[in-house]
């Protein structure tokens, strides 16, 4: 009888161990389209209601604890953001004059078509779901194919990018974060232009990393880091031009090319609502990502063999 | 067994405890960061569902939860199913060998369950490949992690403790203890 149980226990764990190592190495394996792919968007199509419901039902608990953190988090702030608001006033005030030139410049030189968040529709999206994986930084939204939301479209907040839709259902998305591991985003430094690829630093939530700017490249510690708005391989998707992403903390050189830290300005820790850039079929916007999914494959998403120059990014780069 | 259950009604109550808490999970707990880190009560779970109803329960409910866990949030599917496993089954024997009874298992347990599954975890990202750079905070966030899952772990073993033990068995050894603690049946028994 002993006996009986312990055979009956081993081939429990053998049998269960080797149905994971086999579900894992099947859809590690297959394309995004594969069977087991498919299961797992009608799972979430099936269950994203019930999250949905269920998301809402619990709001008041996340709301809770969420004051809790907020308050802390927001008294801790309140002077640094006063001084900083008083000085970006006074820099508002100074360029206006400057961006109505610009402005008149742009229209002379027709530059009006060029790709902008302009040319894409917000679809606005509740969170009804976030992984509290410290590799897969990936929130679930309530939206999906049937509100106009297709994959690798960007996904933003009022303060700046949040990331692109990686999975979509009829009425749910997934949406991986600007620090999900797999993900990489063309950018340039606002002040300057300088091109590089940001990419998150895993087991650094809250902290992101430019790289590939090179050396000789001005970079200030406070200089804020946006979309570039170029294609690249590794991600078919093409974000808008001028998407803020961050704001760089710190500064490294590493020989020929430069690296530096940006601090995402987004919370992406207590996300409710998102907006997610969708575009009509035959818009510029689409086209640019027709183009885009037709450029050969990177070696590995997010490995951003990024070359100094934009030029080189937009052909080589890997981010979206 | 507890009045009025019958250990018929375990995998109900375990079935339903793990929907539960991975929708807790997903919906509220993930999206309330405490100290920079997001409190994971799946792997307590799975482990204290182990520490109560033993190792092939133990083994079922993470292969369980974890699947579940992966479907939700589009993961590589088998992935936390393998640690999940692993850990169900470990609490599970740790129950049948040793039997710890302690004030301090629970935190104990969900500190070693917390620890293996982001260690876990990590090392499988670091075999499929991971593209983006790894900083040394990782081990920061994968402590910081445990602590505070072994913070919440005494209250989760309660709500486990407290869902399950009416489905479960009455355990001859446990009866044993009860007598020897007591001096013998418990008074409500005897009257």
Known sequence: MHDKTIRRRRAVLVLLVALSLILLTAYFGEARGGRLHSVQRDFLTVVSPIQDGANKALKPVRDLFGWFGSTLHAKGQLAELRKQNDKLRAQVIARQSDERAYATLRRLYHLDNELGVAAYHAVAATVIGESPNLWNKTININKGTGDGVRENDPVVVGEGLVGVVTEAGAAFAQVSLVTDSGIGVSAIINETGAPGLVEPKVGEPDDLLMQYLPANTPVSIGNYVVTSGTISSGHPSLFPRGIPIGQ???????????????QPLANLHNLETVQVLTYPPNSEPAQAARFASRLPAGKTPGSGAAGASEGQLASTGSGG | MGAGASPSSLPWRVAALAIVVVFLQIGVVSE???????????????????????????????????????????????LTSLIFTAIGYGSGRLRELRDPQGALVALVLGAAAAGASLVGYSLMEFMLGVDAPVSFELLRQIVLGVIVDAIVALPVWAIVRRCLEPGLPDDPRRRRRRAYTTGGLSPLTRA
Do not use: H, R, W
């Open chain 1, 248 to 262: 760089v903390t710190s500064v490294k050189e590493e020989g020929a090319i430069k690296s530096v830290n940006v």
């Open chain 2, 32 to 78: 309330v960061p405490v100290f920079g880190v997001v409190v994971d009560l799946s792997p307590l779970t799975v482990a204290f569902i182990g520490l109560l109803c033993g190792s092939t329960v133990g083994a079922c409910a993470g292969f369980g939860i974890g699947l579940l866990v992966d479907l939700m949030l589009g993961q590589t599917l088998g």
